[in-house]
């Protein structure tokens, strides 16, 4: 099993964990001759081993497929092959950044600009995806990364194209195996149930219900898959933008109608057309977003909490762990956003509350070694409200950070900080 400080194929040197899955693995890696950092996601050889021919036949067409489009919307191929063990693996662009999910699960909706901005770069990702043969059928805003270039400017990278279909004739097995692979919220009603010709509408799809999202904070369909489902392919219409926030402009909500319409014949007919109707829907409107500021301060935070989260932080993505009190051995698994001396934002599908102690497991940004310190837990939101399911965001304060972990996260956000204004 790979771990940190190994060396991949004699090239790579294993950083720390990016994310972790029954089959697979993601590492921030360094490029031993270049050293530039990358991420390195890897099929494991192991107890799966009956899936294991097609777990690799489908990180290879993930690498050629991201091979094949090349465009600043996308994440970019690096490399990739097999070790003497056995792992396959590929090696993408290290992003930076934080996700859409994360950012709506810390604002729970996105101002009417910032949305139409971040479609109208997705609408751009997608239209060279789709001129390249390739269906990415998981669209969604853990799959959308925000970053910030040297300038200051914000752009959107689509990421994981795992369960892609191509239309490559050897793909067909593959294909049908994905069929019913994906996030049950964002799929559109064909590929819920499982049709083998799913098409670019599934993506416009997606693209509508992640629009519904930031503009509304709630979905148009939510539960398990068989709630999901019922409701996406009754015979009852899908509900519209302006039915939960009525202040949405009437042009704007009725492209995000037409491309969550239940037949895929109703909705737009490639991408192309969406981004078309979005922009004659807002004249004028910038592809430009600012969303990697502070997230609005909860109204309960005193003067002293709201000035430790204006702390200089950094995006930071990595598998994290909290230990929460009360009686037997209670644990949350989540991932972390981005991270400051003064605390991380915690992404989570359980929830806990707030104003209680905790320890938390992670690994450092600088050298990978995962450390388990206190914090406080100071507010906690769900994504999609109270009472459905959905990613919450975590806000960690830091209690008495050793000097050494202090010192670790202080290097990694200067580094962060140099790395955007050189």
């Known amino acids: 099993m790979p771990d940190t400080g190994d060396i991949l194929d004699g090239r790579y040197q294993l950083l720390r964990d990016l994310g972790r899955g029954a089959a697979g693995i993601v590492f921030e890696a360094r490029h031993l001759f270049t050293g530039r950092f990358v991420a390195v996601k890897m099929v494991l050889p192991g107890p799966r081993s009956a899936a294991l021919p097609e777990l690799r036949a489908r990180l290879q067409r993930e690498g050629r497929a991201l091979a094949s ?11 990739g092959g097999v070790t003497l063990d ?52 998981d669209v969604k805003p853990s799959n959308i990364i925000v970053l910030r270039d040297r300038e200051g400017r914000e752009h959107l990278k689509l990421v994981d194209f ?30 819920l149930l499982g049709l083998d010709d799913v098409d670019r509408t599934s993506d416009v799809y997606a693209v509508g219900v992640t629009m519904f999202e930031c503009l509304t904070g709630t979905m148009p369909y939510t539960g398990s898959y068989p709630q999901v489902l019922l409701e996406a392919t ?39 057309e969406l981004a078309g109707a979005i922009e004659a829907a807002m004249p004028g409107a910038s592809r430009d977003t600012t969303l990697l500021g502070p997230p609005p301060l909860p109204k309960q935070e005193t003067p002293a909490e709201q000035q430790r989260r204006r702390a200089k932080r950094a995006p930071y993505n990595t598998p994290v762990q909290m230990a929460l009190p009360g009686p037997g051995d209670r644990t949350l698994d989540g991932r972390t956003e981005d991270i400051s001396e003064g605390g991380i ?78």
């Open 86 to 137: 056995g792992a396959s693996y590929v090696v993408m662009e290290m992003l930076e950044g934080r996700t859409l999910e994360g950012l709506l699960a810390a604002r729970t909706r996105l101002s009417v600009p910032a949305t139409v901005a971040i479609a109208l770069q997705l609408c751009d990702a997608l239209g060279a995806v789709h001129e390249a043969g390739i269906v990415h059928r």
């Open 234 to 272: 009754s015979d009852r219409p899908p509900p519209s933008v302006r039915s939960v926030v009525a202040e949405i402009r009437q042009p704007l909500a009725l492209a995000v109608d037409r491309a969550i319409a239940k037949s895929r014949t109703s909705r737009f007919a490639n991408i192309r």
């Open 162 to 191: 795992g369960i892609a279909k191509t239309d490559q004739p050897q793909d067909d097995k593959l294909t049908g195996m994905g069929a019913i692979i994906g996030t049950p919220a964002y799929m559109s009603p064909e590929q």
């Open 345 to 422: 934002l915690v992404l989570s599908h359980a929830e806990c509350k707030a104003d209680q102690r905790v320890a938390v497991r992670f690994a450092l940004p600088m050298e990978g070694k995962v450390v388990a310190v206190e914090a406080h837990v100071r507010w906690v939101r769900a994504a999609h409200g109270p009472h459905a399911p959905g990613i919450c965001a975590i806000g960690l304060e830091f209690a008495d950070l050793p000097p050494p972990v202090r010192a670790s996260i202080a290097q990694y956000v200067s580094l962060m900080a140099d790395r955007n204004q050189a």
């Open 69 to 79: 489009i090349r465009h600043p919307g996308v994440v970019d191929v690096l490399d």
